[in-house]
């Protein structure tokens, strides 16, 4: 099975721009979360999606936005970037949704903000 | 809430010698608990979790991990380590009564010389 797969892997936007991340899962997944990645604040959830629905959201401002498609795939959006915004942000997916459920990271896109 | 430990920020083992990683958790109901690696410019390679059963858990490439409650510990070990582990280690939890997102400790650097 391929993995989840994340488009593009690497992006640079100036301030003030908006950005659309994707995120495949692996084929029969119903579950994607987000998560950011930065030096400074480690790994954080930004939000977990199910069925379409929006499940959990993490402590990010309304900025910060997603959806999920029938067919599981995921975008990610962010509007107004911000210099702060620049990290690494991996897709997960999982399986049924259950808290037990492994979660399996794309490789990531890397957000530059000039 | 939840929260992870990972107090080493780096371990530096010998090829061939024995290495653990150290995790500490704090949830305020059963945790669910999950070791990732991350290489250079890669997202999150899963290598085992603890549901429960089993106190000791065994995953990919040689790692085990040890679940103790009393010292509400996940170290993370393998018999003898390869140049190849050297990367970045992030042990993570899920409350079971809480929501599906991972909450992610620091991350521990772990360099094999040969």
């Known amino acids: 099975k391929a993995g989840v797969t994340q488009t593009p892997r690497y992006l640079i936007k100036t301030r003030g721009q908006q950005v659309t991340l994707s995120c495949s899962p692996i084929s029969g997944h119903r579950s994607v979360s987000w998560y950011q990645q930065t030096p400074g604040q480690g790994l954080q959830f930004l939000f977990e999606y199910f069925s379409e629905t929006q499940r959990n959201k993490g402590n990010f401002p309304g900025r910060f936005s997603g959806r999920q498609f029938s067919n599981s795939r995921s975008e990610m959006n962010v509007s107004t970037l911000e210099l702060g915004d620049s990290a690494l942000y991996l897709c997960?997916?999982?399986?049924?949704?259950?808290?037990?459920?492994?979660?399996?990271f794309g490789p990531g896109t890397r957000l530059t903000v000039l | 809430a939840q929260s992870v430990a990972q107090p080493e920020d780096q371990v530096n083992v010998a090829e061939g010698n024995p290495l653990t990683v150290k995790c500490t958790y704090s949830v305020s109901g059963n945790p669910y608990l999950f070791w990732y690696v991350q290489y250079p410019n890669r997202g999150l390679q899963f290598l085992l979790k603890y549901i429960t059963g089993d106190n000791l858990v065994k995953g990919s490439y040689g790692f085990e991990a040890e679940f103790n409650k009393s010292q509400t510990s996940f170290h993370l070990k393998k018999p003898s380590a390869l140049v190849s582990d050297s990367a970045l280690y992030f042990c993570?939890?899920?409350?079971?009564?809480?929501?599906?997102?991972?909450?992610f400790g620091s991350g521990t650097r772990l360099q094999v010389q040969p």
């Open positions: 997960a997916s999982g399986l049924a949704g259950y808290l037990t459920d492994t979660q399996y």
């Open positions: 993570a939890v899920i409350m079971d009564t809480g929501r599906r997102a991972l909450t």
